[in-house]
């Protein structure tokens, strides 16, 4: 994975998602409950993917074991968190950005800590510290249970402090994570690390080897979700679908979660292609509450840029997968990640790309412009697509990508899709409620609010290019 998975926010200007937003690159403010007087207030904002914002929970759920207590914003807070992303040189330039703009508030707020965590952390640690020595904390993805005694150091006057050691067998299973209210959906990372040296990505080396949590740790976890109200868990991993459990793999975490009781719905990302076997597809088929919707990422279409980035596979292998995977889950939504203009990319190999976009038909497609990473193989070569080119064949790719889209919602007009029901939609004038379908499109409708939280049937009756719309919940029809 990487500046990470789920399309949310905005898409920043480097990073295109064809459907709805990015998963990779969404900033957000964490949402906290009202603050605690009396005791220290933390305030953590998240860059990057979903893996990332879970982190944020994990922490929040460390600091409040050390007696923190979460803050409503910024400004109520006592420390205050970046949790950063390093897969792109964009997603770093922001947090430079707001690690300026929190200078300000700093001067004016003795005694208040800026940490920053993550990824560009442990990419950058060092230069962090020097280059705005109004940092007081940086943390790596693994050095996160340190926070309270790198903390108590800032108390007692010791100075900047860093924690920026890998650990492979570091899972946070004892973590409990603040996640917030009404959490209807959950993220669980199952799995952490990547063991796959993609050229282009930083991931490998900031987020050390792979490890996972065992089944029944994930299944006890799932089970007190569900005793919370949650009726839908993402599972979560950089190479999800490598999971191992002893003798036991990812197909048969997917088993063991679909048995969790309450549990209405499963998804996962993010995967590798190279182990996407079919018993995987099996067990999404069988499985009722494992959802028909897969996110496996390709990065191009030419085979001759596949083995340079030293993906593994080819397009035709790929397209198999594809091919399996549709064959056995009716209704299977894809998505999948493209970079565009990688060094020497010519256009032939972007006419590649192009084509596979095409024979494939991706339900979502999330586009980045390749971006030199410092220390990854790729930084060797020449960066050497020109900026106008890569914006070009962006665009070609957002325009066929939006086409297919386009014409694979519409043909969705006239189905019954069933909607888990999230809340109103802040983005739509008349405040229709908005939830998800299990192929991961958003449906707006009119209705109630007792339906929210609830998995109702809707007709859809009108498409666009990201998302679906129907007149009414079944049953009212
Ligand atoms: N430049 C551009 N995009 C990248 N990604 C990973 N590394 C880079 C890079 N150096 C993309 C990949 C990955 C997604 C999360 O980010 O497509 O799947
Ligand atoms: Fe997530 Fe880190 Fe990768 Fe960004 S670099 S997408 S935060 S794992």
């Not at 208040?112 to 230069?127: A, D, T």
């Not at 790929?318 to 990688?342: C, F, H, M, N």
């Not at 049937?457 to 009212?476: D, F, K, M, W, Y």
Request: glycine share 8%; net charge negative.
């Amino acid at each position: 994975m990487s500046d990470c998975l789920f399309p949310i926010l905005q898409p920043a200007p480097d990073h295109h998602p064809s459907f709805a937003h990015d998963p990779t690159d969404r900033v957000a403010e964490a949402r906290h409950p009202a603050t605690v007087p009396g005791l220290k207030r933390y305030y953590i904002q998240t860059y990057g993917c979903q893996m990332n914002f879970y982190d944020s929970e994990l922490v929040g759920g460390i600091l409040m074991q050390a007696g923190y207590a979460p803050a409503s914003s910024p400004d109520d807070a006592d420390l205050i968190l970046l949790n950063t992303c390093a897969v792109r040189e964009h997603a770093e330039q922001r947090v430079y950005g707001r690690i300026g703009q929190l200078k300000s508030l700093k001067e004016h707020r003795p005694g208040l800590w800026l940490g920053v965590l993550g990824c560009m952390s442990q990419r950058i640690g060092g230069e962090i510290l020097d280059r705005a020595g109004h940092v007081d904390l940086v943390v790596g993805p693994d050095s996160y249970r340190r926070l309270p005694e790198l903390l108590a150091r800032l108390e007692s006057g010791e100075g900047q402090q860093q924690a920026l050691d890998l650990d492979n067998e570091e899972d946070y299973g004892s973590v409990a994570a603040a996640r917030g209210p009404g959490g209807l959906k959950a993220w669980l990372a199952v799995q952490r690390g990547c063991n796959y040296a993609c050229t282009y990505c930083i991931v490998p080396s900031v987020r050390g080897r792979e490890r996972y949590r065992p089944i029944p740790e994930v299944v006890a976890e799932l089970e007190r979700l569900v005793a919370m109200g949650t009726k839908e868990a993402t599972l979560l991993g950089q190479t999800i679908n490598a999971y191992r459990d002893g003798p036991h793999r990812f197909d048969a975490l997917l088993r063991a979660c679909n048995k969790v009781r309450g549990l209405e719905r499963i998804r996962y990302t993010t995967s590798h292609p190279l182990k996407m076997r079919t018993e995987i597809f099996k067990a999404m088929a069988e499985c009722e509450k494992v959802c028909e919707f897969l996110h496996l990422p390709v990065q191009s279409g030419s085979n001759r840029i596949l083995t340079h980035m030293r993906r593994g596979y080819s397009r035709e292998e790929y397209q198999e997968k594809i091919q399996g995977a549709r064959s056995r889950i009716p209704g299977l939504a894809v998505a999948t990640d493209i970079i565009v203009g990688y060094p020497a990319e010519t256009e032939e190999d972007f006419q590649a790309t192009l084509d596979l976009v095409s024979a494939v038909e991706f339900d979502m497609v999330y586009l980045f412009k390749f971006s030199v990473r410092p220390g990854t193989p790729a930084a060797d070569f020449p960066d050497d697509v020109p900026p106008e080119v890569k914006q070009a064949r962006l665009e070609r790719l957002i325009r066929l990508a939006k086409e297919i889209s386009t014409r694979k919602n519409a043909a969705a007009v006239g189905s019954v899709q069933e909607v888990l029901v999230e809340g109103r939609a802040e983005d739509d004038p008349e405040r229709r409620l908005v939830g998800r379908t299990r192929t991961n499109k958003p449906v707006h409708f009119p209705g109630d609010d007792n339906l929210i939280g609830q998995t109702v049937g809707v007709r859809i009756s009108e498409s666009g290019p990201h998302s679906l719309q129907a007149r009414e919940t079944l049953g009212n029809e």
